[in-house]
């Protein structure tokens, strides 16, 4: 990890933007929150990634958040090009002031760069392989840049480091870990799989019932999340033999059914005003 963080800090002094990449689902739990030190005073375009799988209702609420906390932050699915046109133009303004200080300095204009810095799982890759598109050429023998890292030029005349910095979350509480896990940022060895699927079913019977018993067909929501494990359990024929409810099994169904957004479009999280 100390090695992922110094890759972070030693390309930075090679971009104009870092682009922090977090969950929308849980847009506090998934940001390092060592991340405003790291970068110093460094232009930041905040993307919050796996929008389509958030509610857009509290979606709007972060980036309202976000922007009266005076960050830039964009909503994206990096998995859907069309969510991201607005980035390369975003990037390029929050670029502008570092590159006329370069011209003014040097007399050689030159493009924008940027890399992109995230926790594990956030969708990196899937940004990159996206802005990028199918035509992968390196960039190389620009100003400014001697060393052996592989920059991308894309389309929009700018250029992107093709390599994430890997940022670890920080998991302060019990809570933290069990969002992080849940929307599959951690693995899923760090806590079982029934107590992250409980945890879960709290959070969903708090904030979306509706969604809840309208996916697993409930009249009503028991008032226990275990009975609640149970129902589902039954529901989705995870049965042991006997007939006994496959806790695991029921648990690892109900995960996969919220992570794939077949629930509905959830967030974990409210920005705390
Ligand atoms: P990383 O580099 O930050 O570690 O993340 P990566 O791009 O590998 O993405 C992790 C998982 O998240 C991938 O799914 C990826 O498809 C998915 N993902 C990334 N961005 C989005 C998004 O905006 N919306 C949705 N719904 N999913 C997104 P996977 O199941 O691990 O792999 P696969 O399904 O792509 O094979």
Redesign the pocket.
């Given at each position: 990890m100390v090695k992922a963080r110094r890759m972070v800090s030693e390309h930075l002094q090679l971009v104009d933007v870092v682009v922090e990449?977090i969950d929308a689902r849980i847009p506090a739990a998934s940001r390092n929150p060592e991340i405003g030190k790291l970068i110093g005073g460094k232009p930041r375009l905040i993307l919050l990634?796996?929008?389509?799988?958030a509610d857009p209702v509290v979606t709007r609420q972060w980036l309202d958040f976000f922007q009266e906390s005076g960050d830039t932050a964009l909503a994206?699915?990096?998995?859907?090009s069309g969510?991201l046109k607005a980035v390369p133009l975003t990037v390029s303004s929050l670029a502008k002031p570092a590159l006329e200080k370069w011209q003014a300095k040097r007399r050689l204009p030159r493009a924008p760069r940027l890399m992109i810095v995230?926790?594990?799982?956030?969708?990196?890759?899937?940004?990159?392989?996206r802005l990028v598109g199918k035509k992968r050429l390196t960039v190389a023998d620009r100003p400014g840049v001697t060393r052996k890292e592989q920059w991308v030029r894309l389309r929009e005349d700018l250029d992107l480091l093709d390599m994430?910095g890997?940022l670890m979350p920080r998991i302060g509480d019990e809570e933290v870990g069990l969002k992080l896990a849940a929307t599959?940022a951690i693995s899923d060895a760090v806590f079982s799989i029934e107590a992250v699927t409980l945890y879960l079913l709290g959070r969903l019977s708090n904030l979306y019932p509706g969604l809840l018993c309208k996916r697993f067909q409930l009249n009503n929501l028991p008032d226990d999340v275990t009975n609640l494990l149970q129902e589902i359990g039954i529901r989705r024929g995870a049965l042991l033999a006997g007939g006994k409810v496959d806790t695991l099994r029921a648990a690892q169904q109900c995960l996969d059914e919220f992570?794939?957004?077949r629930i509905g479009r959830i967030s974990l999280e409210l920005p705390n005003r």
């Open positions: 990449l990634n796996k929008a389509d799988l994206v699915a990096a998995s859907d969510s995230g926790i594990p799982n956030v969708g990196k890759s899937t940004l990159i392989n994430p890997i599959g992570r794939d957004g």
